[in-house]
C-alpha cells in the first residue's frame, strides 16, 4: 500500500488553537511526501487566498479545496468553481437577513463581503480569516461569482439552525457546520469530497491511496469517500462514528503524527 494524496482540513485539525502549526516539522515531512510524489491538499471551508497564506513558499505547489469544495486549484491553476445564480443568492440572503441569529458573509471567488453597516470591530475580527474583504451597501451590488456563503451563529443554536435552513433554503443550497458557531451554505453535491474526487480523477489516484483529516461536519464526506479517514481526538462525535481511524489532536500535532507514522510503517501502516 502506498499513499499518494493527503488532504487537510485546517481549524481545529492541521492548526492549532493557536491558528499555528509545526513549520519546521511540516517542511521534513513535506520534503518527504514531494520526494515520494505525494500530493499534499489543503481541504478547508475557508477562502483561498487566506489558506495561501498558511503556506508561504510552497503555497503555489500545493493544491486547494477552498470555501468546502466550491473551488478547486491545483498549484495556481484552477480546477473547477462553483457559480451560485444571482436570484439564488438574492432568495437565500433575503431568508437570512430574517433571523437576527445569523451573521452574513458572502464568499465570491475574488474576495468575501458584507454589509457596509457592520461595526468595525466586526469587520476587523472577519479579516483574520478572510485576506480578501470588502464592505457593500446591498449584497446585490456584488459583481463577483458566489461560490458559498458563510454564517456565524450562537454555538449552541449551531444545529437548530443548519436544520432549520435546510427546511427553508433546501432547494438552492446545503447547509453544512463546522461547529464552533459556524455555517457555510454550499451548493449541493458541491462539498470537499468531490473537490477530492476531482483532485484523484486529474492525478489519476485512487480511494485506497488518499489519506484525509477533519474535525467538523463538513468533512465528513471526504472522511467517508477515501481509503483512510483520520477522525482528530477533538473531532465531534459523528466525525468519530464516520471515520475509520483516529488522530491525536489538533494541538498534539496530531496530522503530522500520522504523516510521520506512515513514513515509518508504523501505526495503521504496519
Known amino acids: 500500500m502506498s499513499i499518494k494524496l493527503i ?5 481545529g485539525t492541521f492548526l492549532n488553537d493557536t491558528k499555528e502549526y509545526d513549520r519546521e516539522r511540516f517542511s521534513e515531512l513535506y520534503l518527504k511526501m514531494k520526494e515520494q510524489g505525494i ?6 471551508g475557508n477562502q483561498y487566498y ?3 497564506s498558511f503556506y508561504g513558499d510552497i503555497q503555489d505547489e500545493i493544491s486547494y479545496v477552498a470555501e468546502n469544495g466550491a473551488f478547486v486549484v491545483d498549484r495556481g491553476e484552477e480546477v473547477s468553481s462553483v457559480s451560485i445564480p444571482k436570484d439564488h443568492v438574492e432568495a437565500v440572503t433575503e431568508e437570512i437577513s430574517k433571523n437576527d441569529k445569523l451573521s452574513t458573509i ?10 457596509d453597516h457592520v461595526t468595525e470591530e466586526y469587520f476587523k475580527m472577519i479579516q483574520k480569516f478572510y485576506r480578501r474583504l470588502k ?17 456565524s451563529c450562537p ?21 453544512v457546520s463546522s461547529g464552533h458557531g459556524s455555517i457555510d451554505l454550499i451548493v449541493p453535491g458541491h462539498h470537499k469530497a468531490n473537490g477530492i474526487r476531482e483532485l484523484q480523477k486529474r492525478w489519476h489516484i485512487k480511494d485506497e491511496e488518499t489519506m484525509a483529516f477533519g474535525d467538523g461536519g463538513n468533512d465528513i464526506e471526504m472522511l467517508s469517500h477515501v481509503q483512510y479517514g483520520f477522525a482528530m481526538e477533538n473531532a465531534t462525535e459523528e466525525v468519530k ?13 496530531g496530522v503530522l503524527e500520522i504523516i510521520d507514522q506512515y513514513f515509518k ?6
Not at 7 to 11: E, L, Y
Not at 155 to 175: C, N, R
Not at 265 to 270: A, I, L, Q
Open 39 to 44: 500530493k499534499f491538499v489543503v481541504a478547508s
Open 155 to 175: 454555538k449552541e443554536d449551531t444545529d437548530g439552525l443548519k436544520d432549520f435552513l435546510e427546511d427553508i433554503l433546501g432547494e438552492y443550497i446545503t447547509p
Open 7 to 11: 488532504a487537510v482540513d485546517m481549524d
Open 265 to 270: 510503517g508504523e501505526g495503521p501502516f504496519k
Open 241 to 253: 462514528q464516520i471515520a475509520e481511524y483516529s488522530a491525536p489532536s489538533n494541538n498534539m500535532n
Open 135 to 151: 464592505r457593500v451597501k446591498s449584497f446585490d451590488d456584488i459583481d463577483d461569482q458566489v461560490l458559498k456563503f458563510a454564517l
Open 50 to 52: 487566506q489558506l495561501k
Open 106 to 115: 458572502v464568499c465570491g471567488k475574488e474576495s468575501a463581503y458584507v454589509l
